[in-house]
Nanobody, 127 residues
């Protein structure tokens, strides 16, 4: 079992940056793919980015089109932590951001495939 805790959210002006962290407990963290999702008020939760478990020292990532080239996902398995660096933030990025873990064979954007979820952290981008 994996427990996830997000941090790093806050209020930032448009064009600014934030780095979210997703800290995991449990010895098997490195076996999981990790995804970031967000949910804005009145909207469904949506995929943001995901990163695979390591294949040797190689990791693969996937991004929603809306955040590609602005957000970067990374992980440090020694610290059991995944990061989401968010640059050039826009007001439409305002949402609660949650990280999640899944252990299927392939990286997926399907939130239904993710087994463990954090509580989320609020990101607010002012115009």
């Amino acid at each position: 079992q994996v427990q996830l805790v997000e941090s790093g959210g806050g209020l930032v002006q448009a064009g600014g940056s934030l780095r979210l962290s997703c800290a995991a407990s449990g010895r098997t963290f490195s076996r999981y793919h990790i995804g970031w999702f967000r949910q804005a008020p009145g909207k469904e939760r949506e995929f943001v980015a995901a990163i695979t478990r390591g294949v040797g020292s190689t990791y693969y990532s996937d991004y929603a089109d809306s955040v590609k080239r602005r957000f970067t996902i990374s992980r440090d398995d020694a610290k059991s932590t995944v990061y989401l660096q968010m640059d050039s933030l826009k007001p439409e990025d305002t949402a609660v951001y949650s990280c999640a873990a899944e252990s299927t064979l392939r990286l997926t954007r399907d939130l239904g495939k993710y087994d463990y979820w954090g509580q989320g952290t609020q990101v607010t981008v002012s115009s």
